[in-house]
């Protein structure tokens, strides 16, 4: 075959095809015989019909079949001699059956960028001891113990601090009830009744908590504040907001005391020292998680801001709607209209395109460092993976392959496996730099 590839910006290349005719003819008289051995034709015992016969009764079977084994055997071929990565072969434009018995036809091909792996083994990463502290495991049965709490009722003084008062409120903005003034629902904002709000801080909004206290039971009072410019209902930025608030009850946090009573309540009969035993292995299972995650992070970031190269755009513009989609879905859980999305569309396709570039880049980068390295994820290993989701949802594992394998995602699932065992060998290879505190991480 006479195979001629254009490559051109963006990861696509031009694939030029001409198949001369002595392969066309075999590959024809090939397919002919074939239909020949199989075919039921009135008048003839299986098999021993006439080439001309099959020929004239199987004529656009035959076509197809040839175009499609000689556009096979030209990608195969291409792939070969080239040395071409190539994601997507596209259709056959053009494809010609010419007077010389020739076949010709081209493809536009999406082809795998070209990386230039910087240095991956012994990369410096920043992370702190994975040790948990008494102090850390305090914490954790405090948390425990403020599950369990009980509450008992307050009637002898004002609120305070710390205490948890019970409230009814509504709001008013600009003089109107809040949401009459916004033309629409302002959520738990346009008031409650029987409202539980501990006092301090981060409770409700910056302020409120402190012209709570001060307050006796039955007693009301206004309270203006200007809501802050980072709060999910843009309306509202900056604006003030007046709550108009009755203080319905107050309580205190009744904590049971931590001893081997509490233990057996909260893990069925263990000890305490067993529970401490078990929240300090629940923190370092946690904390291992995080610091993983931080370090993956820091890799990711070091071969972002060392290597470049082009993108395919199909792929890039996929990505970037998916990343997009997940961030309007955010937004609508955080409480953003649609008026409000449709307002940052601009904003919010433009984060989602550096963050679809980023991942990306990542992707094809391990997997280039998984091809070096020989790494692979055996049939085996795809299998038991993919029982161990279906075990975990309850779900039938043939059934669940089956599906997946039906709806072609068996082939990301492979990828994003080889990918999870790239970082592992680059995170093997790196060099640990021991910080002594541990990094916060945010939820992508």
């Known amino acids: 075959m006479n195979i001629i590839v254009e490559k051109q910006p963006n990861c696509l290349a031009t694939l030029r095809v001409e198949v001369p005719s002595d392969t066309v003819s075999t590959v024809r008289a090939k397919i002919v015989t074939g239909y020949a051995s199989q075919a039921k034709i009135a008048g003839f015992r299986p098999g021993k019909a006439p080439k001309s016969v099959i020929e004239k009764k199987f004529q656009g079977a035959i076509g197809e079949e040839l175009e499609d084994r000689l556009v096979r055997q030209a990608f195969d071929e291409a792939l070969r001699k080239e040395a071409l990565k190539v994601l997507n072969f596209g259709l056959p434009q053009n494809l010609i059956h010419n007077s010389d018995g020739t076949v010709t036809f081209h493809a536009q091909l999406t082809l795998a960028p070209e990386v230039q792996l910087p240095n991956y083994k012994g990369i410096t990463v920043k992370a702190p001891s994975t040790e948990v502290s008494d102090t850390e495991v305090d914490a954790q049965l405090e948390g425990l113990r403020e599950r369990f709490a009980?509450?008992?009722?307050?009637?002898?003084?004002?609120?305070?601090?710390?205490?948890l008062a019970v409230i009814d409120f509504s709001s008013s903005l600009d003089g109107q009830p809040l949401e009459e003034a916004l033309g629409k629902p302002a959520g738990y904002l346009a008031g409650r009744e029987g409202f539980w709000l501990k006092l301090d801080d981060s409770s409700f909004l910056p302020g409120f908590a402190a012209e709570i206290a001060g307050l006796k039971i039955d007693e009301s009072k206004d309270i203006a504040l200007t809501i802050p410019e980072d709060f999910p209902l843009a309306d509202l930025r900056g604006r003030e907001v007046v709550f108009h608030v009755t203080l319905k009850g107050l309580k205190q946090t009744v904590l049971p005391a931590l001893d081997d009573e509490f233990a057996g309540k909260v893990t069925g009969g263990k000890?305490?020292?067993?529970?401490?035993?078990?929240?300090?292995?629940?923190?370092e299972v946690e904390k291992r998680r995080r610091i993983d995650d931080h370090k993956v992070n820091q890799i990711v970031e070091h071969f972002n801001s060392l290597v470049e190269f082009e993108l395919p755009e199909d792929l890039l513009r996929h990505e970037t709607q998916g990343q997009a989609d997940a961030l309007v879905e955010r937004g609508m859980k955080s409480g953003m209209s649609e008026d409000e999305i449709n307002a940052q569309q601009a904003e919010i396709f433009a984060t989602a395109g550096d963050q679809a570039r980023t991942n990306l880049k990542t992707n094809f980068i391990l997997q280039e460092i998984a091809r070096i390295e020989n790494i692979a994820v055996s049939d085996n290993e795809l299998i038991n993976h993919l029982a161990m989701i279906a075990q975990s949802r309850k779900q039938d594992p043939k059934k669940f392959i089956k599906e997946l394998q039906r709806k072609g995602r068996l082939p990301g699932i492979r990828n994003s496996m080889l990918v999870g065992k790239a970082i592992d060998f680059v995170l093997e290879h790196a060099t640990v730099e021991e910080i002594p505190e541990e990094p916060t991480t945010t939820d992508e």
């Open 150 to 163: 009980d509450y008992a009722d307050i009637e002898d003084r004002a609120a305070e601090s710390g205490d």
């Open 271 to 283: 000890t305490l020292e067993e529970l401490r035993s078990l929240a300090k292995r629940q923190i």
